[in-house]
């Protein structure tokens, strides 16, 4: 969008070129002197050129992101696309500086020369955005210069936002046969119906598809078998995103994680994973300041949605109240995943309230090691009190059967999913 | 100068990209070369003069959409007249083109901010218009050269004329640059 156009103004260098040619070649013809003829000459041949390929109409200018949407240390370009550029020599773009984005070339300066009778001329700046989240572009400077520079013509481009989807860590989990609630999906459930695990046979009945028919068995018993299966179905998999504060220093995506990019990459990385799995995976944040949530889904589409979610991510220390009170909208049967960097009970307490409805909560801690380490003796000192405090709150929350578990990247969810598995066929009483 | 200004005068020095730093040292050197000629040509030096022009250029070229380099000019050409006697021979074409480079310099440094770089493209866009820029300060000087080794009288109608073209001339130049044609 562009806010503000100067129309096209005459430059100092015009104005020098059209000073000294007119009044050296006047004073020349004058005072008979040659050599001030000779001297003005060049001048006055600029100015005259200038005067007359002075551009008549303003250019119109169009900027535009594309594509407005990338990951982590993906690049985009802002382009400006001027028409009604006849008489322009050259455009010059300048976006300046933003944090997490970086311009090629780094002075975020571009230059186009517009060849002689186009009509329109482009200009590019590209850029690389180097942390997850929304970022602003610009507002970006355009400039069009007519002939010896001698007039310019402004504008300015603003309003456009790119936003840099986190770029998931690579995560793997090993194969595990988790609790199934749902309609369709990769996890057997414990109830029979149709999947592709084998159950067991059993006597025909209406319903049975034709193609179940067990034929040796029904030869056999001179009676209608079937090969009955265990249903396929899919799980709800609640991720709650700690999002109250940031901790340790953040790099970009080349650089070092601080705890909330290793949560927000954390949680893409889990999401993607059982959602290519054919799960429904949901999504909460607590603490954000614009505090979402994404109710279960499955398919790319909904990755695409709580990637874009966790992009708009701004931690918020002010709303630990809402934090602690929101409500958790867990349907029975699902896996809940806290990331956190515990620093903040309240996560450490949702997920013991959580668990306390019988389901299976585990807890990602993803403070960086070396959070502790300051210049500041005092400060530092303070880190080492709160996090022997937080090793006391993890054990509490330990004995209670949840699992704090630090993010090591592919197989850091293992453990849990076993016993997630183990648990699950067996009897258990729960609090509701 | 207060420590934000001169900071931001330090960071705009480190920003400055290599080519506009080689466009400025050629604006320097042009305007130095101009005063140099006017030695080479009444073969007297003017150190003070070196001086000033030096240090003007060095202030154009640090902020060259200023009118700084309208000073360096007027300077150049006043001191030429001052100590040349006569057209000056061929130190004076020489001059002249130094002037044509450095307005030509100054005004394409100016059309970008510091840390930019132009495309090779305008640069050699640039290169030709100054190109035939200094083919018709040859022709100039050639024609004056000319005229002065005739000593040709002087013809008050044709100076009158000329006189007439040239504010013609300016007059147009004026309302083109001034006015909002649509």
Known sequence: ?432 | MNSTALQRWLDEMLETSSQQWLLRALAVATSVGAVLSAAAANERWWPAGLVVVSGLAIASAIRPDSHTALAVVVVIVWHWLATVEGPGGPWLLIASLCLLVYHAVIALSASLPTGGELSDATVVQWLRRTALGGGMTTVAWFFVVLLDRRDAAGNGLLTAVALAVLAAGAMLIRSRSLDQPR
């Open chain 1, 1 to 432: 969008m562009t806010v503000s156009v100067t129309p096209w103004r005459p430059s100092p260098a015009h104005f020098r070129a059209v000073a000294i040619g007119v009044l050296g070649i006047s004073a020349a013809l004058l005072f008979r002197v040659p050599a001030l003829l000779v001297m003005a000459t060049p001048f006055t041949f600029v100015a005259a050129w200038s005067a007359a390929t002075r551009p008549g109409n303003d250019p119109r200018l169009v900027g535009r992101v594309a594509p407005a949407s990338v990951r982590e240390g993906e690049a985009t370009t802002w382009t400006g696309e001027l028409s009604e550029v006849t008489e322009v020599d050259h455009v010059v773009a300048f976006a300046p500086a933003r944090a997490w984005l970086e311009t090629r070339p780094a002075s975020g300066i571009v230059s186009s020369i517009v060849r002689r009778g186009a009509g329109t001329t482009t200009v590019c700046v590209p850029m690389r955005a180097t942390h997850w989240g929304r970022h602003d572009i610009g507002p970006v400077n355009v400039v069009a210069v007519s002939s010896w520079g001698a007039f310019r013509w402004t504008a300015l481009d603003a309003g456009h936002r790119v936003t840099a989807l986190p770029l998931p860590e690579v995560f793997d989990a090993a194969p595990s046969r988790l609790r199934a609630d749902g309609l369709v999906g990769l996890n057997r459930s414990s109830h029979p119906g149709d999947g592709t695990e084998f159950s067991g046979i059993r006597p025909f009945q209406t319903g049975d598809r034709l193609r179940r028919i067990n034929w040796r068995r029904s030869l056999r018993s001179n009676q209608l078998h079937v090969t009955a299966t265990y249903a396929d179905q899919d799980t709800h998999v609640a991720l709650f995103v700690d999002a109250l504060a940031d901790y340790g220093p953040s790099g970009g995506v080349d650089g070092a994680a601080s705890s909330l990019d290793t949560t927000v990459r954390a949680a893409g990385a889990i999401a993607e994973h059982f959602l290519l799995r054919g799960d429904r995976v949901s999504l909460r944040t607590l603490g954000s300041r614009f505090g979402t949530s994404v109710p279960p889904a499955s398919g790319s589409g909904h990755l695409r949605r709580i990637l874009d979610v966790l992009a708009a991510i701004e931690p918020d220390p002010y709303r630990l109240r809402d934090a602690r009170h929101a409500r958790s909208m867990v349907s029975g049967g699902a896996l809940v995943i806290m990331l956190s960097p515990l620093i903040a009970p309240v996560a450490l307490q949702r997920a013991i309230s959580i668990a306390s409805h019988g389901l299976n909560v585990a807890v990602i801690d993803t403070l960086p090691d070396d959070v502790h380490a300051d210049d500041d003796p005092t400060t530092e000192l303070a880190w080492r009190i709160r996090l022997l405090e937080r090793r006391r709150e993890v054990r509490t929350v330990e004995q209670v059967g949840v699992p704090v578990i630090p993010w090591r990247g592919p197989g850091s969810l293992d453990p849990f999913l076993r016993e997630v598995a183990r648990r699950s066929s067996a009897p258990r009483m729960a609090r509701r």
